[in-house]
């Protein structure tokens, strides 16, 4: 199993939901995040006071998949994401040990 | 003295406007609670929150007597005449002249000492006891508002038979000195006194809901009405002339600060836009029936401009008056008071202006230099006046029972402050009943 984590850009989260929905993906957890990579942040005025923001607001999408599932679904969700714009963001996947279900105790594959 | 004979419709008029003047305390909590950070929004809505509870009583007790009571040696009205509000009568009713009973008049000026104190809220945010807060505005409404208002209203000093009566008598319509510069001064010398905020200048202190911030700024609008056109006493044409003037002055206003914005910052801001109201709305107050539109278009404008500019004075003199009481009421407040000396209109009785028995128009309007000169003079009698008996004030309690938070409660905020917080997204803990 692995956990596929996207970082989008916020306007994009419809169409990466909608397109793994499309791909078979059942749940996800999305969170609100704040980062930097290439995309350089802002300057906000306020009473002409001026603050260097650096931190961009995105959106975290994480989802657990079966490792044969691994390439196509990050292959969807690039596809959705994609502006061709700098600060689309990343996707990246990380082996998971176990996936355990809270309401019946399964575990493994048959959790996701 | 004269019998009194009640004005049915005055009388309703002053007393939707008193609310409405109540509603905009309210308004500017929220006005200031959006500009602060979250971590301290309750601490700034419960300063304004406090001035209410507490000065209420107040002005029923002593405030209104002291301020409007039979003069002693120009300062201050005598405090004992109408103790407790519970043996004026009508025909000494401030408004008597308009028909209106004398608790309707009391009801009025109550809610302008309350705004007054919660103005000066603003420029010791996130940093300010609030006991050491309570106390201030108990003391400052007592020898600082209640002095100013009797001085500029009450047939005092800066009155027409006041140090100006070689020139002519003071035009302050609504609250000019009273209530903008009395609070723009005091807000300087707390901020002063107080210190900066920990981080001031190198941490980010934005707004943390510039909605809040809009909302205030509508509020604090609407019951402007009350308090430039209820200043007329009536329901009169002259009250209608203060509600064009105090509109036109405010639009006119953000058009200037969003200009301003625009030229130096590169985009013109919603928190802007509200701070241009605001100016607006300050700047139109003394003048708010003593000029034409044309008049009111000038001094709209040019509040909104100058203090667009006077915000950014503080970091350049180092001082932290958080959330800009300088640079909005004090700046907005000598604008709209020295502007009167350029743009009084008080001859021409067919524009609904409003004529004070011994003032005279304005250098535009061919009454040449007499009419600025009174209001110069007055605006630095206000400035002195306040600046100093604020400074005693503030020093004695800072001796004594202290104004200032540890630096653990000011970073905590709110939480230490008051045991409150106003976001809660984690953790909302479990319940425990005490026995």
């Keep these: ?112 | 003295m004269d019998e009194f004979v009640l004005d049915t419709g005055n009388t309703a008029w002053i007393i939707v406007a008193s609310s409405l003047v109540l509603l905009m305390t309210p308004g500017l909590a929220f006005f200031y609670g959006g500009m602060v950070r979250g971590k301290s929004v309750l601490n700034m809505m419960m300063m304004s929150f406090g001035a209410m509870a507490l000065i209420g009583p107040i002005w029923l007790l002593y405030g209104y007597s002291g301020a409007f009571g039979s003069d002693v040696g120009g300062i201050i009205g005598n405090p004992f005449e109408f103790f407790g509000s519970n043996t004026i009568t009508d025909a000494d009713s401030l408004m008597a002249g308009s028909g209106v009973p004398a608790l309707v008049a009391i009801a009025f000026q109550a809610t302008f000492a309350i705004i007054t104190v919660a103005l000066i809220s603003g420029s010791v945010a996130d940093r300010m006891k609030f006991s050491a807060w309570l106390a201030f505005a108990a003391i400052w409404v007592t020898i600082v508002y209640v002095p100013m208002a009797h001085m500029v209203w009450g047939g005092g000093l800066l009155g027409g038979d006041g140090i100006t009566s070689g020139l002519s008598t003071p035009i302050d319509f609504a609250g000019g000195t009273v209530v903008h510069i009395n609070a723009g001064v005091a807000g300087l010398v707390m901020a002063i006194l107080l210190g900066k905020r920990k981080g001031f200048g190198k941490e980010p202190m934005r707004p943390h809901n510039l909605p809040f911030v809009m909302l205030g700024a509508a509020l604090l609008w609407f019951g402007w009405f009350g308090f430039n056109a209820g200043s007329e006493f009536a329901a009169d044409g002259t009250a209608g002339r203060a509600w064009v003037n105090t509109t036109v002055a405010t639009c006119m206003a953000i058009l200037g600060w969003l200009a301003t914005e625009k030229v130096r910052d590169g985009k013109a801001t919603s928190l802007g836009a509200a701070s241009g109201a605001v100016a607006g709305l300050v700047a139109i107050t003394p003048a708010a029936a003593s000029v034409d539109t044309y008049g009111a278009i000038a001094i709209g404008t040019i509040a909104g401009i100058l203090c667009a500019m006077a915000v950014s004075l503080k970091y350049k003199f180092g001082y932290d008056d958080s959330l800009d009481v300088v640079g909005v009421h004090l700046v907005g407040g000598l604008t709209g008071t020295v502007l009167i000396g350029f743009f009084a209109n008080v001859s021409d009785t067919t524009n609904g202006t409003w004529y004070a028995d011994g003032s005279v128009n304005g250098l535009f309007y061919g009454g040449g230099v007499t009419q600025l000169l009174t209001q110069i003079i007055v605006a630095l009698a206000a400035v002195v006046f306040s600046g100093v008996v604020t400074f005693i004030i503030g020093s004695a309690l800072k001796a004594t029972m202290g104004i200032r938070v540890t630096d653990e409660v000011e970073a905590s905020g709110d939480m230490a402050m008051h045991g409150e917080t106003a976001y809660e997204s984690l953790g909302v803990g479990r319940m425990e009943v005490k026995a």
């Design chain 1, 1 to 112: 199993m692995k956990l596929v984590t996207a970082v989008i850009q916020p306007h994009k989260l419809d169409e990466v939901k909608e397109a793994l929905q499309g791909a078979g993906v059942h749940g996800l957890t999305v969170s609100e995040a704040s980062g930097y990579g290439r995309q350089k942040g802002h300057t906000e005025v306020y009473r002409g006071a001026e603050y260097v923001v650096d931190l961009v607001p995105k959106i975290k999408v994480e989802v657990l998949v079966r490792a044969e599932d691994v390439a196509a679904i990050t292959e969807v969700v690039i596809k959705a994401a994609s502006t061709g714009q700098i600060g689309d963001g990343k996707v990246w996947s990380v082996p998971v040990e176990d996936v355990v279900r809270v309401r019946t105790g399964e575990h493994g594959p048959d959790a996701i």
